[in-house]
């Protein structure tokens, strides 16, 4: 963002304590664990700080930084943890990726909607909490169920 995007270090600086403090609110809160809430926890939280972090960058108030890290959480709601062999080849980089992507769009999405929004951060931490504890033990970190599960049964992809 600096180099190409012209933005100041003072300003990256500031968007990444605010990623930080994000994140922080999480683990706090709820966890930012794949074994005890899932990949939600995992890539939903690592998605909500970067989403903050972007609207911050692009002068975005605290309720529309408090949303963008709100709607790429929600949208991340329910995800397993399933790696294939235990690695994090296989789902994870590519779900990483992906959050990346979403992290932009959730930036510019609490630009438009922050005076409709009905959710708060709080709220989707506690969901997202809520919902790890839940899910049943298999989907965390395990690699004994979902893509980790067929990879296993059919073993079509080396790794």
């Known amino acids: 963002m600096h180099e190409n995007k012209n933005k100041s270090k003072e300003k990256i600086i500031k968007a990444l304590a605010i ?5 922080n609110i999480i683990k706090e809160n709820a966890t930012i664990s794949g074994a005890v809430g899932g990949c939600q926890a995992e890539i939903g939280s690592a998605c909500s700080m970067a989403a903050a972090a972007h609207a911050s960058l ?3 108030d605290f309720d529309q930084i408090e949303y963008a890290a709100e ?6 709601l329910g995800l397993t943890c ?9 789902p994870c ?3 990483n990726a992906v959050a990346a992507i979403r992290a932009i769009n959730a930036s510019g999405i609490s630009y438009f909607l922050s005076g409709t929004r009905k959710i708060s951060f709080d709220m989707i931490v506690e969901t997202m909490y809520k919902t790890g504890l839940d899910m049943h033990p298999k989907y965390k970190e395990t690699a004994e169920a979902g893509m980790a599960y067929f990879y296993h049964r059919n073993k079509k992809v080396e790794i």
């Open 19 to 23: 990623a930080g403090l994000i994140g």
């Open 71 to 76: 709607i790429a959480m929600e949208h991340h």
């Open 82 to 90: 399933d790696p294939i062999l235990g690695y994090v080849q296989i």
């Open 93 to 95: 980089i590519e779900r």
């Open 58 to 60: 692009y002068n975005a």
